[in-house]
């Protein structure tokens, strides 16, 4: 598997209502962070992670594709160079 591109180098802070989301893993979608299906067409084996919000609430997206918690931000950005 080829790396992700970093799609930006700070998380995607967004206000979530319920219901399930696709995370773009491989960061060329252009509509991040969420897949749009562009992943079918970038070497690498990428698919996004779909998750469950279940309640309201604001979420940080993992932007730069390196988070040990992925689809949501751990700061791994702070430590890309």
Known sequence: MTDPKISQKAP???SETPGTKAWCSCGH???QPYCD?????????FTPIVTEIKEAKQDAWCGCRHSATK???DGSHKRLS
């Open 12 to 14: 995607y802070v967004k």
């Open 71 to 73: 689809p949501f931000c």
């Open 37 to 45: 299906g562009t992943h079918k067409q970038v070497p690498g084996g």
């Open 29 to 31: 979608s252009a509509n």
